[in-house]
Protein backbone atom coordinates (compact mmCIF):
# COMPACT_ATOMS: atom_id res chain seq x y z
CA UNK A 1 0.00 0.00 0.00
CA UNK A 2 0.88 3.30 -0.45
CA UNK A 3 -0.31 6.74 1.15
CA UNK A 4 0.26 10.65 -0.46
CA UNK A 5 0.52 12.52 2.07
CA UNK A 6 0.19 16.39 2.48
CA UNK A 7 1.17 19.48 4.82
CA UNK A 8 1.78 23.12 4.94
CA UNK A 9 4.39 24.89 5.66
CA UNK A 10 5.14 28.75 5.26
CA UNK A 11 8.64 29.28 4.11
CA UNK A 12 10.65 31.47 6.46
CA UNK A 13 11.53 35.11 5.71
CA UNK A 14 14.86 34.97 4.29
CA UNK A 15 15.43 31.38 4.75
CA UNK A 16 13.11 28.99 2.93
CA UNK A 17 12.36 25.10 3.52
CA UNK A 18 14.93 23.39 1.73
CA UNK A 19 13.75 19.72 2.52
CA UNK A 20 11.95 17.12 5.23
CA UNK A 21 12.45 14.79 6.90
CA UNK A 22 9.47 11.62 7.67
CA UNK A 23 8.94 9.08 10.54
CA UNK A 24 5.79 6.92 10.88
CA UNK A 25 5.11 3.91 13.40
CA UNK A 26 2.03 1.67 13.63
CA UNK A 27 -0.30 2.17 15.90
CA UNK A 28 0.51 -0.01 18.15
CA UNK A 29 1.80 -1.06 21.83
CA UNK A 30 5.68 -1.05 21.94
CA UNK A 31 5.81 -0.01 17.75
CA UNK A 32 9.18 2.33 17.22
CA UNK A 33 9.64 5.12 14.99
CA UNK A 34 10.90 4.37 11.71
CA UNK A 35 12.66 7.04 9.16
CA UNK A 36 10.77 6.89 6.23
CA UNK A 37 12.27 6.65 2.15
CA UNK A 38 9.81 9.01 0.51
CA UNK A 39 9.79 8.13 -3.40
CA UNK A 40 9.43 12.26 -3.60
CA UNK A 41 8.62 15.06 -1.85
CA UNK A 42 7.83 18.16 -3.83
CA UNK A 43 5.52 21.52 -3.68
CA UNK A 44 2.05 21.49 -4.33
CA UNK A 45 1.94 24.28 -6.44
CA UNK A 46 5.07 26.25 -7.23
CA UNK A 47 5.72 28.87 -4.35
CA UNK A 48 3.05 28.21 -2.32
CA UNK A 49 3.31 26.76 1.62
CA UNK A 50 1.69 23.26 0.52
CA UNK A 51 3.83 20.10 0.39
CA UNK A 52 3.24 16.13 -0.66
CA UNK A 53 5.12 13.44 -0.20
CA UNK A 54 4.59 9.37 -0.86
CA UNK A 55 4.51 6.67 1.77
CA UNK A 56 5.19 3.28 0.23
CA UNK A 57 5.28 -0.01 1.62
CA UNK A 58 2.59 0.21 4.25
CA UNK A 59 0.68 -2.58 5.35
CA UNK A 60 -2.91 -3.19 4.69
CA UNK A 61 -5.62 -2.52 6.71
CA UNK A 62 -3.16 -0.90 9.37
CA UNK A 63 -3.31 1.96 11.44
CA UNK A 64 -0.18 3.83 10.90
CA UNK A 65 1.29 7.20 13.15
CA UNK A 66 3.02 10.29 11.20
CA UNK A 67 5.04 12.80 11.92
CA UNK A 68 7.38 15.36 10.10
CA UNK A 69 9.70 18.34 10.52
CA UNK A 70 11.51 20.86 8.25
CA UNK A 71 14.89 22.06 7.57
CA UNK A 72 16.11 25.62 6.79
CA UNK A 73 19.45 27.05 6.84
CA UNK A 74 18.70 28.07 10.49
CA UNK A 75 18.04 24.23 11.22
CA UNK A 76 15.36 21.55 11.66
CA UNK A 77 11.84 22.58 13.45
CA UNK A 78 9.84 20.87 15.78
CA UNK A 79 8.40 17.52 15.06
CA UNK A 80 5.26 18.45 14.16
CA UNK A 81 2.18 17.11 16.00
CA UNK A 82 1.27 12.79 15.21
CA UNK A 83 -1.28 12.37 12.73
CA UNK A 84 -3.23 8.99 12.30
CA UNK A 85 -4.22 7.07 9.70
CA UNK A 86 -5.39 3.83 7.90
CA UNK A 87 -4.62 1.97 4.73
CA UNK A 88 -7.65 0.50 3.24
CA UNK A 89 -7.98 -3.91 2.91
CA UNK A 90 -6.16 -5.36 -0.30
CA UNK A 91 -8.65 -4.83 -3.02
CA UNK A 92 -10.40 -8.05 -4.35
CA UNK A 93 -9.10 -9.68 -6.79
CA UNK A 94 -8.61 -9.39 -10.09
CA UNK A 95 -7.89 -6.01 -9.82
CA UNK A 96 -4.98 -4.96 -12.10
CA UNK A 97 -2.05 -2.34 -11.87
CA UNK A 98 -3.45 1.12 -13.87
CA UNK A 99 -1.80 2.16 -17.04
CA UNK A 100 -0.85 4.98 -19.07
CA UNK A 101 -3.46 5.80 -21.85
CA UNK A 102 -1.97 8.59 -23.17
CA UNK A 103 1.19 11.54 -22.93
CA UNK A 104 1.63 14.89 -24.03
CA UNK A 105 4.88 17.22 -23.65
CA UNK A 106 4.76 21.56 -23.73
CA UNK A 107 7.70 23.37 -23.94
CA UNK A 108 6.49 26.40 -21.15
CA UNK A 109 8.30 29.22 -19.76
CA UNK A 110 8.83 29.42 -16.25
CA UNK A 111 6.29 28.78 -13.29
CA UNK A 112 6.10 30.94 -10.52
CA UNK A 113 9.31 29.62 -7.76
CA UNK A 114 11.14 27.69 -11.00
CA UNK A 115 13.65 29.32 -12.72
CA UNK A 116 14.01 29.26 -16.52
CA UNK A 117 11.79 27.10 -19.11
CA UNK A 118 10.71 23.51 -18.76
CA UNK A 119 8.21 20.63 -19.73
CA UNK A 120 4.46 20.62 -18.92
CA UNK A 121 3.50 16.87 -18.93
CA UNK A 122 -0.12 15.83 -19.35
CA UNK A 123 -1.02 12.00 -18.77
CA UNK A 124 -4.40 10.43 -19.67
CA UNK A 125 -4.53 7.32 -16.67
CA UNK A 126 -6.96 4.37 -16.20
CA UNK A 127 -8.51 4.03 -13.22
CA UNK A 128 -8.66 -0.04 -12.36
CA UNK A 129 -12.07 -0.60 -10.76
CA UNK A 130 -11.59 -0.81 -6.97
CA UNK A 131 -8.37 0.79 -6.88
CA UNK A 132 -7.66 3.91 -8.58
CA UNK A 133 -4.37 5.84 -9.08
CA UNK A 134 -2.89 6.68 -5.65
CA UNK A 135 0.29 8.69 -7.38
CA UNK A 136 1.90 9.49 -10.35
CA UNK A 137 6.41 9.67 -11.10
CA UNK A 138 6.97 11.38 -13.98
CA UNK A 139 10.16 12.24 -15.71
CA UNK A 140 11.80 13.51 -19.09
CA UNK A 141 14.68 10.54 -19.70
CA UNK A 142 18.37 11.35 -19.47
CA UNK A 143 17.05 15.15 -18.42
CA UNK A 144 15.09 14.92 -15.41
CA UNK A 145 14.52 13.46 -11.82
CA UNK A 146 11.41 11.54 -11.58
CA UNK A 147 8.60 14.54 -10.36
CA UNK A 148 5.79 13.70 -8.86
CA UNK A 149 2.77 14.59 -10.83
CA UNK A 150 -0.94 15.94 -9.20
CA UNK A 151 -3.99 15.24 -10.03
CA UNK A 152 -5.68 17.81 -12.60
CA UNK A 153 -8.45 20.45 -11.06
CA UNK A 154 -11.61 21.11 -12.88
CA UNK A 155 -13.60 24.32 -11.79
CA UNK A 156 -16.98 23.32 -10.13
CA UNK A 157 -20.12 24.77 -12.07
CA UNK A 158 -21.27 28.08 -10.73
CA UNK A 159 -18.29 28.38 -8.24
CA UNK A 160 -15.70 31.15 -7.73
CA UNK A 161 -12.33 30.79 -8.67
CA UNK A 162 -10.22 28.43 -6.19
CA UNK A 163 -12.86 27.16 -4.57
CA UNK A 164 -15.06 24.24 -4.86
CA UNK A 165 -12.87 22.39 -7.88
CA UNK A 166 -13.57 18.91 -8.80
CA UNK A 167 -10.82 16.64 -9.60
CA UNK A 168 -10.63 15.95 -13.31
CA UNK A 169 -10.87 11.80 -14.00
CA UNK A 170 -8.11 9.73 -15.01
CA UNK A 171 -6.20 13.77 -15.98
CA UNK A 172 -2.46 13.93 -14.20
CA UNK A 173 -0.08 17.03 -15.09
CA UNK A 174 3.89 17.60 -13.95
CA UNK A 175 6.06 20.40 -14.45
CA UNK A 176 9.54 19.02 -15.67
CA UNK A 177 12.12 22.18 -15.11
CA UNK A 178 15.00 21.82 -17.92
CA UNK A 179 17.40 25.04 -19.02
CA UNK A 180 16.58 26.24 -22.41
CA UNK A 181 20.03 24.49 -23.24
CA UNK A 182 18.81 21.39 -22.35
CA UNK A 183 15.34 21.77 -23.93
CA UNK A 184 16.26 22.98 -27.39
CA UNK A 185 19.09 19.95 -27.46
CA UNK A 186 15.82 17.41 -26.96
CA UNK A 187 15.25 18.61 -30.93
CA UNK A 188 11.30 18.50 -30.41
CA UNK A 189 11.21 14.75 -29.13
CA UNK A 190 11.76 13.48 -25.97
CA UNK A 191 10.89 10.57 -24.06
CA UNK A 192 8.56 10.54 -20.98
CA UNK A 193 8.43 7.88 -18.31
CA UNK A 194 6.05 7.55 -15.63
CA UNK A 195 5.44 4.93 -12.65
CA UNK A 196 1.99 4.65 -11.25
CA UNK A 197 0.68 3.39 -8.18
CA UNK A 198 -2.41 2.09 -6.84
CA UNK A 199 -3.32 -0.42 -3.93
CA UNK A 200 -2.30 -3.24 -6.34
CA UNK A 201 1.24 -1.85 -6.52
CA UNK A 202 3.57 0.28 -8.53
CA UNK A 203 3.57 -0.32 -12.45
CA UNK A 204 6.93 -0.96 -14.05
CA UNK A 205 8.32 2.15 -15.82
CA UNK A 206 8.25 1.92 -19.73
CA UNK A 207 9.53 5.35 -21.58
CA UNK A 208 6.97 6.82 -24.50
CA UNK A 209 8.46 8.57 -27.64
CA UNK A 210 6.72 12.10 -27.33
CA UNK A 211 6.76 15.28 -29.39
CA UNK A 212 7.17 17.98 -27.81
CA UNK A 213 4.71 20.76 -28.66
Known amino acids: ?22 QVKKDAAFAS ?23 ECLEAATAYRVVVRAYSEVGWSEWSQESLFETSS ?21 VVGSPGGGL ?19 RCDGATPFVLA ?16 LRAPGRWSAWLPLP ?4 A ?6 EISARIANAVGWTR ?9
Not at 120 to 125: G, N, T
Not at 129 to 136: Q, R, Y
Not at 205 to 213: G, L, N
Open 180 to 183: AAAL
Open 185 to 190: GLGGRC
Open 205 to 213: CEPRAVEIR
Open 150 to 165: KREQWPQPGGSPGVGR
Open 33 to 55: WQQVACADTTRREAGGPGWRSLL
Open 90 to 110: APPSPVGPPAVASVSAEACDA
Open 1 to 22: HALCLEWAVPDPEGAPVWRFEL
Open 120 to 138: CVRLSLVDPDGAPVLACLV
